[in-house]
Structures are given as C-alpha cells and as structure tokens.
C-alpha cells in the first residue's frame, strides 16, 4: 500500500480566511480522494481527484468551497476557503493503489479549527 | 444515496472479553471493509472483504460479508487495551467508499 505525508497535521485559522492542505504519496496513484471528518461523526467524502482532469465533487460540496489541484499523479492539495467555524473539522487525503480494498490508504489529516 | 448504519455507537467492556459491532446498508457493495481509527490518525484497514459469504480473520479480528451483500461484521476476541479506539465499516462501490457512523471502543483493564 502507499505512504501518505499530509501537511499541516493541524492548524487554527480566523473565520473568512482560507487554507491549504497538502497530500503527498510516496508513488503515482491514479485516483486520490479528499474526505471530512466532522466531530465526532463519520468521514465524508468530498471529492475524487484525477490527474488531468477536474476534480469530481460529491453532493453537497462545491469547487468554490473547496478548490482541489492534482497537477501530478502523486500530490494533490485541497483549499478550504472563506472558512467559518462550521468548517472545523478532520480532513483527510485518500489512495487507492491497486484494485483490492488493501489498496486504500488514509493520511494521517489535518485538524482544522476556525476561530 | 447509499446509506450504512454501524451498531453500537459506543461499547464499555471489561479486558478479556469479546466484542462484537455490525454494519446494514440499504444498497449491495462488492467489498466491505473495516478500519480502525485512533485520535490524531487516520483509518488504517483491519480487514477487507471480497465475496458474499465470506469470513476472514486477521489475528484476534474476524469479519464476515453478509450473503446479502447488504451487511458485514466485526469480532474482536480477548479484548486489550489497545484495542481502543473507533471501528468503522466501509462499503465499496466502484472506487468510492461510504463509511458507517464508527464504534467506539472502551476497553477498561
């Protein structure tokens, strides 16, 4: 399975303000994925992200929220902008590598509060 | 949109002692899978499983795909303390996962 380094691990940031997430692997995946884990609830998936192509967001997230590049096949990064505190949350980069459920690999997140 | 209803929410048990948590969907998923999360980390897999009917261990875990497809398991035998932590189903469909609500686990020594 890949290895995921995503930065920062946490931050506290003002409310109207935006911030990057990174996610790095350690070889080329093709699909990657972005989720959000609210507090104390179950991880949601934002967005598939491909290599060459628009990121492919789920019902209820949009690309002005949450701005996603892919401008290889082994770093992504995720935007979330004007946030407010609604916003705080665990976001989390996903991998799929191969096509067995062994291939899915989660980051570590970020911890993001929004004062 | 497919849904996963993942029981109990919580459980409180004693160091020894086995545990048990289930997972229903309203959908069919070709593979069901179940991770561990522990604070500050994201999911790390525990179990993946492929076919209808299907039971895997893994250690003191084993897990099972319902022959519905629409319902799996989780087994914890001799619990520890570092069993600690949150479990969550997930079902696959094509490429995207749909995760359960999670179980937290306590395990007092």
């Not at chain 1, 303000?17 to 949601?44: H, K």
């Not at chain 2, 497809?69 to 995207?96: E, H, M, Q, T, W």
């Amino acid at each position: 399975s890949a290895v995921i380094s995503q930065k920062p691990s946490r931050d506290i940031c003002q409310r109207g303000t935006s911030l990057t997430i990174q996610c790095q692997v350690d070889s080329q995946v093709t699909m990657m994925f972005w989720y959000r884990q609210q507090p104390g609830q179950s991880l949601t998936l934002i967005a598939t992200a491909n290599q060459g192509s628009e990121a492919t967001y789920e019902s209820g997230f949009v690309i002005d929220k949450f701005p996603i590049s892919r401008p290889n096949l082994t770093f992504s990064t995720l935007t979330v902008s004007n946030m407010s505190p609604e916003d705080s949350s665990i976001y989390l980069c996903s991998v799929e590598k191969g096509t067995g459920g062994e291939g899915y690999t989660f980051g570590s997140g970020t911890r993001l509060t929004v004062v | 949109g497919q849904q996963l209803n993942q029981s109990p929410q919580s459980m409180f048990i004693q160091e020894g002692e086995d545990v048990s948590m289930n997972c229903t969907s309203s959908s069919i998923f070709n593979t069901w899978l179940w991770y561990k999360q522990e604070p500050g980390e994201g999911p790390v897999l525990l179990i993946a499983l492929y076919k209808a009917g299907e039971l895997t261990s893994n250690g003191r875990l084993t897990a099972q795909f319902g022959i519905t497809r629409k319902d799996s398991f989780l087994n914890i035998s001799a619990s520890i303390p570092s069993d600690v932590g949150i479990y969550f189903c997930a079902g696959r469909s094509g490429s995207r996962l749909t995760f359960g609500e999670g179980t937290q686990l306590t395990v007092n020594p």
